[in-house]
DNA sequence: CCCATGCTTCGATCCAGGACGAAGCTTGGG
DNA sequence: CCCAAGCTTCGTCCTGGATCGAAGCATGGG
């Protein structure tokens, strides 16, 4: 009777909290061996197995063989976005995991989305570029000044390239932790690059927290400026 | 051990064919009874009760009470967003209905997506629009320019009321059906008004198909030019 | 060549939740 | 005031699928 795509079974996919864990842990953009997602899911290895079948069946994940390994990773970014999106909308309906681990408020500071920075710390990052002129935003869209480029190259990217790129430079990406945008796209994921690539960071592994070293949020702040909504409290909270 | 928002119930909430059916029907925008919804899902009274229940208590629908019937939406557009973006990602990862029913290709022509106009009509309309420069695209990003605004005004709509409103101007929403963008936001919502103001289209009741008139199609094929992608052929498939 | 490791397949168990019939509650109309 | 329509609640049945133990296949190391 209806007609047209097929919510019901990619939902009932997301449904598991098994496979919803693991899609979480994919969201860091890094592949995972089966036995690691299935540690970060707490279910056995054949459980896993089988619900790894179903997701790749499902077309959310691809599978690549190495060695006596399979490493599992999201099939494209569309599948990221839909899975921040639902996070998103979880936030907004109060859907919150009730089992609060402690890495909780260092993940709100900064961590992963797919392959760029996410969490407190960026969406002040974004705040800081816009309200230097760097960045403007038109009706929920995001693009780069000549200053902003100016900025940028000073940072040492490589904005050529960027540019060349087939994704877009710029793009909106919903914060779940705080409910505001926060910066996706090839500039996104160049800036955290470059944020690993000058120490100031380094991921947790297996984890998708982003660990800035003291020196690193230092100058993190130095060039991004003051951000209002994040005291020095919760930089010792996070550390 | 994870932590965050809750994917899974929420997942689990949209994994449900009848309830997904349900929320498929409520894209349109426009409240629908307990009732029809039973019917939109193809289950008896009792069981889409249930299923409502849910949906509300997960805060995907809010309910409103008006004298023996029960009025049935979605409590806001992010939901519709997130209910389009699991359609684009179920087309592309071939998750189609394999049910197939009549109205389909009309589906395709013309349908609405929460309150504006989608389908091959809405794709080639954007792409008149930004071929003759009253839209710009840049990132992925729309936005409206000055001979844009010119030419929406003597269409008829009220550029600085929309202006003044909340919500973005101009937003891209993506086409399941084509795997192509199409005009949403406060301009799309007030075009699609336009249409029906104009008696060029009105929607089949019940259904989230937009059909033209004669007339309303030829005035809106003079008026957003020629559609390379929509042959006269589909044209009288669809009628 | 054999063994350990990583993962999948098979088989069995068990339970959440989706389905409907029947009864109960509210609202509007005559 | 009673009846019909619309919806919900209750009780029951039943299936899909989530889980794990044990066995089966590959791969790499000694």
């Known amino acids: 009777m209806k007609v047209g ?5 990619l939902g009932s996919l997301l449904g598991d909290p098994a496979r919803a864990n693991m899609l979480t842990a994919l969201l860091s953009g890094q592949a ?3 036995g690691e997602l299935a540690r970060e899911a707490g279910v056995t290895a054949q459980t896993a197995s089988s619900h790894l079948a179903r997701l790749e069946a499902g077309g ?9 390994h399979r ?6 970014e569309d599948v990221a976005g839909v899975i921040e999106a639902l996070m998103g909308l979880a936030a907004r309906t109060g859907h919150t995991r009730v089992r609060t681990g402690p890495k909780e408020p260092a993940l709100r500071r ?3 989305c797919y392959d760029h920075l996410a969490g407190d710390l960026a969406v002040g990052m974004l705040e800081s570029l816009t309200a230097r002129g760097f960045i403007v935003e038109t009706d929920e869209r995001l693009s780069l000044t000549p200053a902003g480029e100016a900025f940028m190259a000073a940072l040492g990217l490589d904005l050529p390239a960027l540019a060349g790129q087939r994704r877009p430079l710029c793009k909106g990406c919903l914060d779940w932790s705080v409910r505001r ?3 996706a796209g090839g500039l996104g994921a ?4 470059r944020f690993f690539a000058l120490g100031w960071a380094a991921r947790e592994p297996g984890t998708r927290l982003v660990r800035f070293s003291p020196r690193g949020l230092e100058a993190f702040r130095e060039i991004f400026g003051v ?6 409290e919760e930089t010792a909270a996070a550390t």
Chains 1, 2 share one sequence.
Request: glycine share 6%; net charge positive.
């Open 110 to 112: 900064a961590r992963v």
């Open 5 to 9: 795509p097929d919510i019901a079974t």
């Open 71 to 76: 490493y599992y990773a999201l099939s494209g």
């Open 190 to 193: 160049a800036l955290l690059d």
């Open 227 to 232: 951000m209002p909504d994040t005291p020095n």
């Open 181 to 183: 945008t926060h910066l």
């Open 60 to 68: 959310l994940l691809t599978q690549r063989k190495q060695g006596r």
């Open 32 to 34: 995972l061996t089966a």
